[in-house]
């Protein structure tokens, strides 16, 4: 029972360096998330896709890209790696949302992307 | 600006007291409301929601919330606190299209 699963686990990168973040879920999910995490600030939404084929910008996209693959999976790329994007970044999944409202999300267990 | 506040960083109870974890949030729009669990180096973990109807929300674990419209708020109580329920708590707030978590509170439990 996989549920929601990121690769690597870990990274550490030099500025200016690129990177892809990978993220797939096997729960059938319509809708799914990137979110980073830094200390006292919560998670914070980068991107979402509601649905196969769209894409959204959330609360702090700049830097960041990302592609719907396909249902299962959606990735997140740092083309030019800064070392303010030094975070833990959170994969996550959820039915398709209700009347615009994002359901309950499911996590996968995150990157801790160090860039140096 | 549509925000989530969770008052206190870190909470401290003893085993077997009462955890009062505290949410409030703005919005103009009635919304729906999450909490969640992180253990360490682990995701995010569903405890509860509340998305219509009974207001008093009851979740895994012995955690329940009541959700106060009429005081934005959202908190998390448990009557009596165990070990393994150290660990950080988020409340989350969906507005249209989004998605907002408070910066977290830990939870310490003390034997």
């Known amino acids: 029972n996989a549920g929601v699963t990121q690769t690597p686990k870990f990274q550490v990168l030099k500025t200016g360096q690129s990177m892809t973040l990978q993220c797939a879920q096997d729960?059938?999910?319509?809708?799914m998330y990137w979110y980073r995490q830094d200390p006292g600030m919560g998670l914070r939404l980068i991107y979402y896709s509601a649905s196969e084929g769209t894409t959204d910008k959330g609360e702090v996209p700049n830097g960041y890209n990302v592609s719907r693959l396909n249902k299962r999976e959606f990735s997140l790329r740092l083309e030019s790696a800064a070392p303010s994007q030094t975070s833990v970044y959170f994969c996550a999944s959820s039915e398709k949302p209700t009347d615009r409202y994002p359901g309950p999300q499911h996590f996968g267990d995150g990157t801790r992307l160090s860039i140096l | 600006a549509q925000s989530v506040t969770q008052l206190g960083s870190h909470v401290s109870v003893s085993e077997g007291a009462l955890v009062l974890l505290r949410c409030n949030y703005s919005s103009s729009v009635p919304p729906y409301l999450f909490w969640y669990v992180q253990y360490p180096n682990q995701g995010l973990q569903l405890l509860l929601k509340?998305?219509?109807?009974?207001?008093l929300v009851k979740g895994i674990n012995g955690f329940e919330a009541e959700f106060k419209k009429s005081e934005t708020s959202f908190h998390l109580t448990k009557p009596s606190a165990h070990m393994s329920d150290a660990a950080e708590y988020f409340c989350?707030?969906?507005?249209?299209?989004?998605?907002?978590f408070g910066a977290g509170t830990r939870l310490t439990v003390k034997p």
């Open positions: 509340y998305t219509t109807g009974a207001t």
């Open positions: 729960m059938n999910h319509n809708s």
């Open positions: 989350a707030v969906t507005y249209p299209n989004d998605m907002r």
